[in-house]
């Protein structure tokens, strides 16, 4: 029997309608969700005076979560998802999610701002870095082979909705044992800006 044979015979997924909700940072349709609280990120900033000094006034909510939708799993599927960021900071830099490089490195990942202000920190393990400022209804395009973490750097919730490959996972193991992401994103005294980070000592590979 011809491969297009067989796979005529296999019954699709049903199709399956989402709705993010920026206001509530949620995702109707969603049958995945993961938080993050303060309390979680320890190692994640450099200003670990600053850190535990937040952990004092900390009421235990989250700092960022994730919904998402996986109808499909592995090749083929995608996973869709909204990604919710609190406003914030700890010393001078913004709230922001662990990042990650895909474990499948070359899986790229689309991300659209619907809530808020915010940067996506983007850099490969050979050495380039770059910062995309995204406000509502701007679009990023993260290729493969790029590490990415979300920042806010607003007064509000930034929140994303993102795509990508059912079968991508997630390397978070990469940045911690670089000491971090290559650059910082601080404030600035008028905004936003990125800053090397001295602890920084190279992506494996």
């Not at 796979?7 to 399956?16: F, K, L, Q, T």
């Not at 993961?34 to 900390?58: M, N, P, Q, V, W």
């Not at 800053?195 to 494996?204: A, T």
Request: hydrophobic fraction near 35%; proline fraction near 5%.
């Amino acid at each position: 029997m011809s491969d297009l044979n067989l796979r005529a015979r296999v019954a699709p997924a049903d199709p399956v309608k989402l709705v993010p909700d920026p206001t509530t940072g949620t995702l109707t349709g969603s049958n995945g969700r993961y938080e993050k609280r303060l309390t979680d990120l320890e190692g994640l900033y450099r200003d670990e005076a600053a850190f535990f000094a937040s952990l004092k006034d900390d009421d235990g909510a989250p700092v960022y979560w994730v919904e998402s939708s996986e109808v499909e799993p592995g090749p083929g599927g995608l996973i869709t998802g909204i990604s919710v960021l609190e406003p914030g900071r700890v010393g001078a830099e913004y709230y922001m999610t662990r990042g990650h490089l895909h474990a499948e490195a070359d899986r790229s990942e689309v991300y659209t701002c619907v809530h808020g202000h915010g940067v996506m920190l983007l850099e490969t393990l050979d050495g380039r870095s770059e910062a995309v400022e995204l406000r509502v209804g701007e679009t990023v395009y993260v290729p493969g082979h790029w590490i990415h973490r979300s920042v806010n750097v607003g007064q509000e919730r930034f929140a994303t909705v993102f795509v990508y490959a059912a079968d991508a996972g997630q390397d978070y193991e990469v940045i911690r044992e670089a000491g971090g992401m290559r650059s910082l994103v601080v404030a600035d005294g008028q905004g936003w800006t990125t800053v090397p980070n001295p602890d920084h000592v190279g992506y494996r590979g």
